[in-house]
């Protein structure tokens, strides 16, 4: 069974960085895609950044030129580097990956995504 584990969430001001971390326990080749949602309290969970297999990237309009998404293949790790942060930012982060033999595209909400970890929360201050 694929794990997915985050790490790197916490407390930051606005304007401030992180780095999100996903540890996967399946090597990337295993997925199509892997990716960053993430869902704030009472809103609906949406789309941070995804990376293909073949390195095909997508970010959210929200956090384009902010948030970069990449990867270390021999260490199946998932980054997502997070700078200049918002008020807005703050949410609870999940790292989600398709399985290989998926035949559905994942959505913006992550439906489609076959394995997501408990997710990180990331806190910025204003």
């Known amino acids: 069974q694929v794990q997915l584990v985050e790490s790197g969430g916490g407390l930051v001001q606005a304007g401030g960085s992180l780095r999100l971390s996903c540890a996967a326990s399946?090597?990337?080749?295993?997925?199509?895609?892997m990716g960053w949602y993430r869902q704030a309290p009472g809103l609906q969970r949406e789309l941070v950044a995804t990376?293909?297999?073949?390195?095909?990237?997508n970010y959210a309009d929200s956090v384009k030129g902010r948030f970069t998404i990449s990867r270390d293949i021999g260490k199946n790790t998932l980054y997502l580097q997070m700078n200049s942060l918002k008020p807005e930012d703050t949410a609870v982060y999940y790292c989600a990956a398709q399985r290989s033999t998926a035949r559905v595209a994942f959505t913006t909400t992550g439906n489609g995504m076959d394995y997501w970890g408990k997710g990180t929360l990331v806190t910025v201050s204003s």
């Open positions: 990376i293909t297999i073949a390195g095909t990237i």
């Open positions: 399946g090597t990337f080749f295993s997925f199509n895609a």
